[in-house]
């Protein structure tokens, strides 16, 4: 397969959310690898990386995952689907994993900086402010109250205070992964479809995740047909949604 040499501005301009795929199409599996490789380079929140990828292939797998998609076009058709799952739940370990790397850095030197400092307490002592919710409603509280205390003295506090704010930051980072990935696969002259329709109980089991797992969006891919084009791109105009401050 020749590889499309378009400029970022016409990867962007090129992709659409494609709602019908080539099913007779000799789909290029290895492309998705490289797509969800870029995929795991996106920012995310204070780089916890609480986020999996399901790539499902099999066609066993994709039917039901149709099903669970409640049987759009897009998802019948597709060569293979990616599953973007937030895992928030996976916070304290992946704020190790972040300071044990600052450690292994760190070696036998005795002597640290500043940001290493800052660093290690970061993820072993401010993530559990944020994230920590095994005693909740009680850390709930307590973030309130620090909140509260920063505010009275004029102090600018990030509103992190209720339970499923993590999850929220979680998903956001999620999305940013999404967008990486698809712009990827439409570099490699493929075509994608996010899609937000489905069942996420039904997912779930499909992949036997834990309940804690939370089902973001769910990716489809393949070769677009022309016809899996059914709209015009419509946007507000730039000068209605853009402020200059």
């Not at 501005?9 to 090129?14: F, N, Q, S």
């Not at 380079?41 to 995952?65: C, G, H, I, M």
């Not at 994608?192 to 973001?216: H, Q, Y």
């Amino acid at each position: 397969m020749m590889i499309n040499k378009m400029t970022f501005k016409e990867i962007v301009e090129a992709r659409r959310s494609i709602r019908k795929f080539d099913t007779e199409h000799a789909f290029k599996h290895e492309t998705v690898e490289k797509a969800l490789r870029l995929a795991l380079l996106s920012p995310n929140s204070s780089n916890l990386q609480t986020w999996e990828f399901y790539r499902v292939k099999s066609a066993d797998k994709l039917k039901l995952l149709s099903e669970a998609c409640l049987n759009q076009g897009a998802a019948r058709t597709a060569s293979e689907m990616v599953v973007f799952v937030s895992r928030q739940d996976l916070w304290k370990q992946r704020a190790n994993w972040n300071a044990q790397q600052i450690k292994n850095k760190i070696g036998e030197r005795t002597e640290l900086t500043k940001r290493e400092k800052r660093g290690i307490h970061y993820y072993e002592s401010m993530m559990k402010l944020f994230y920590d919710n095994s005693l909740w409603p009680l850390n709930s509280i307590i973030r309130q109250l620090v909140l509260a205390w920063r505010v009275v003295n004029g102090k600018p506090m990030m509103r992190f205070t209720r339970r499923n704010d993590s999850k929220v930051v979680s998903n956001k980072s999620l999305a940013i992964a999404a967008q990486t990935f698809m712009l990827a696969m439409k570099d490699q002259d493929y075509d994608t479809c996010p899609m937000e329709g489905f069942d996420s109980v039904w997912v779930r089991k499909i992949l036997n995740l834990p309940k804690s797992a939370d089902v973001s969006i769910i990716v489809v891919c393949g070769k677009g047909l022309p016809e899996g084009v059914t709209n015009e791109r419509l946007r507000l105009s730039y000068d209605e949604v853009v402020f200059d401050v």
